[in-house]
């Protein structure tokens, strides 16, 4: 029994010994052929607005690979949007939220608050992602409608903006509208006189 004890544990060091040095391989050719490991990924503060039911929560929560069974519809948002722009300051971003499947009247309020975060001084400079969100209802406006509805070449013009359809049965596209918000704010960054 001693001697199995002490094979297995030979064999475990053989075997961390094997990794460290494959490890240590790696570190050290990145570190001469690439010079040294790759730089780390900007973090973005941004901020994600939107009504009631629009589905920012289910959206956000399936993007970190979170269940969404128990998420119930945030009750009572709609009358805090007045407290929305305290979360403004600090942000380099806008993840906007709508239900292209809700009542015009709905519609009609949504399109109102992007207008007003649009020309907000703390966000009028900052990339907006739009996602035009319940694509997979049958009630849902496409994204053609959604711009034309929302007057968004004429009111955004100038600004950096990206406007896209969402569900979340779809993760792949609504990771790549994020990934092009990231460009967005890459770009930002690059812009001069930017520190």
């Given at each position: 029994m001693a001697l199995t004890t002490v094979l297995v544990t030979v064999s475990e060091c053989a075997q961390l010994s094997s990794f460290i040095c494959r490890t240590g391989a790696q570190t050290?050719?990145?570190?001469l052929c690439c010079k040294g490991p790759p730089p780390p990924r900007a973090e973005y503060d941004v901020v994600c607005i939107g009504l009631t039911g629009s589905g920012k929560t289910s959206l956000l929560s399936r993007l970190c690979n979170e269940a969404t069974d128990n998420i119930s519809p945030t009750t009572g948002a709609d009358s805090i949007k007045k407290y929305w722009s305290r979360y403004y300051q600090?942000?380099?971003?806008?993840?906007?939220?709508?239900?292209?499947?809700?009542?015009d009247e709905d519609l009609e309020v949504a399109r109102n608050e992007l207008h007003s975060a649009l020309q907000h001084p703390q966000l009028c400079t900052l990339?907006?992602?739009?996602?035009?969100?319940?694509?997979?209802?049958?009630?849902a406006r496409s994204v053609q409608e959604i711009k034309k509805y929302f007057e968004l070449e004429p009111l955004a013009r100038g600004k950096s903006w990206v406007l896209e359809g969402s569900t979340v049965d779809n993760m792949d596209a609504v990771k790549d509208s994020f990934q092009q918000l990231i460009h967005l704010l890459e770009d930002k960054d690059q812009e001069p006189g930017r520190i």
């Amino acid at each position: 029994m001693a001697l199995t004890t002490v094979l297995v544990t030979v064999s475990e060091c053989a075997q961390l010994s094997s990794f460290i040095c494959r490890t240590g391989a790696q570190t050290c050719f990145r570190t001469l052929c690439c010079k040294g490991p790759p730089p780390p990924r900007a973090e973005y503060d941004v901020v994600c607005i939107g009504l009631t039911g629009s589905g920012k929560t289910s959206l956000l929560s399936r993007l970190c690979n979170e269940a969404t069974d128990n998420i119930s519809p945030t009750t009572g948002a709609d009358s805090i949007k007045k407290y929305w722009s305290r979360y403004y300051q600090g942000s380099q971003g806008v993840v906007f939220v709508l239900d292209s499947a809700s009542s015009d009247e709905d519609l009609e309020v949504a399109r109102n608050e992007l207008h007003s975060a649009l020309q907000h001084p703390q966000l009028c400079t900052l990339p907006f992602l739009i996602l035009a969100n319940h694509q997979d209802k049958p009630a849902a406006r496409s994204v053609q409608e959604i711009k034309k509805y929302f007057e968004l070449e004429p009111l955004a013009r100038g600004k950096s903006w990206v406007l896209e359809g969402s569900t979340v049965d779809n993760m792949d596209a609504v990771k790549d509208s994020f990934q092009q918000l990231i460009h967005l704010l890459e770009d930002k960054d690059q812009e001069p006189g930017r520190i």
